[in-house]
DNA sequence: AAATTTATACAATACATATTATACATAAAT
DNA sequence: ATTTATGTATAATATGTATTGTATAAATTT
């Protein structure tokens, strides 16, 4: 191949930055956002609308739209530059870090939209079992649906216990990261 | 409230299916996906294409696909039952093997697909390496994405040894479910 | 052998999400 | 005080995904 090195380098930079992005539906995210994550990553200092909107060529309002979304994920923040009035956006440079980072926002979420319905329905529960016409049939299938939200109820406090033990780095301990050493090729 | 207990009842169990389906996308799957798993689920026994088609309100070629994707997902399984000509499917009645089988098969479609590209990367960089008309910058910079690729392998790989400590229930040591005792009660 | 049932391929349509264009509020520069 | 820059609210549009309708192939029943 007969290209320059430096348009070959670019080339090997944007494949990064594709396969960024279109892994990103796996992570519960937009192709956009690993996108624009990729593009800040090769970029290697944090950038700003404009130029992201022109390296993306997408509008400038979806890049904001784009970038609030990753910053409230905790997988880019905002910067602060001296002498520039433009927001900057840095991005998380640590792989695992990212990982963690949006499997416990994605998974926090739902456990927050779950953690009253278990109560809800064990009440409703509760206030069928008070009725008195109920025959031995009725009786169990109240029986099993309580059982049923107890295990939900087990299951959804099992998974905050997983989302501690990633967000506390524990994970790490268990499935170390590979040692630095042959970094230093 | 006057309801009888039987609708209350079926109410309660709808919400239910309704609950893991408005959750289904924090799995990485559709809503449709969901609402199919906790109508089995619910049903307590195996159904058919027709008996989802039914009590869905959705197309029976829309039931087709959306089991065909439940069994590859590894979250239902066709069951045998003599004497019916129509498939029947079955889900698992584990909230902890659903997540289970659900992380894993998303994950590994995502681990495949970056097998080799790594390899492909590495070697790319190689052949600019080789350019001799490379300068101290150019080399630089080769040498910051062939360790962008190292580290990438490394996530990767490290992607995959938490995947197997799913698969394999290894999680389920460190994070270990709720003691059954209390649900003798 | 013919009719019927069943699941799914294929094409078309509906709906949800991603994105753009424009307007607007706020802050900084002049 | 006015102008300019900047980010984002809002409305409209484009695109991708979910779903339906129809056709078809294969298996089962008659």
Redesign the interface.
């Known amino acids: ?1 007969d290209e320059q ?2 348009e ?2 670019k080339q ?2 944007e ?2 930055v594709e ?1 960024i992005a ?2 990103m ?2 992570y ?1 995210v937009s192709t956009t956002v690993g996108r624009v994550l990729g593009i800040i990553y090769m970029n290697r200092r944090p950038m700003t609308l404009d130029e992201l909107s022109q390296e993306t060529g997408m509008s400038k309002t979806r890049m904001s739209q784009v970038v609030r979304e990753m910053v409230d994920l905790n997988i880019a923040e905002k910067v602060f530059e001296k002498g520039t009035r433009k927001d900057l956006y840095n991005v998380e440079h640590d ?2 870090q990212t ?1 963690v980072s949006l499997f416990t926002s ?2 926090q ?2 456990i927050q ?2 953690k009253m ?1 278990e109560k809800k ?1 064990s009440a ?2 509760q ?2 079992m008070e ?1 008195r ?2 025959n031995e049939e ?1 009786e169990q ?2 029986n099993v ?1 309580l ?2 939200t ?3 109820l ?2 959804y ?3 905050a ?2 989302v501690d ?1 990633f967000d506390s780095g ?2 790490f301990k ?2 170390p ?2 040692e630095k050493v ?2 230093l090729d």
């Open positions: 191949m090195p430096l070959k380098l090997i930079e494949q990064f396969k279109d892994n539906h796996t519960g792989y695992y990982f994605t998974w979420k739902a939209k779950n319905f329905m409703e529960l206030v069928i009725n016409t109920m009725m299938k109240i649906m059982k049923e107890r295990e939900w087990d299951y406090q099992w998974l216990r997983l033990f524990e994970i268990h499935i990261k590979p042959h970094n």
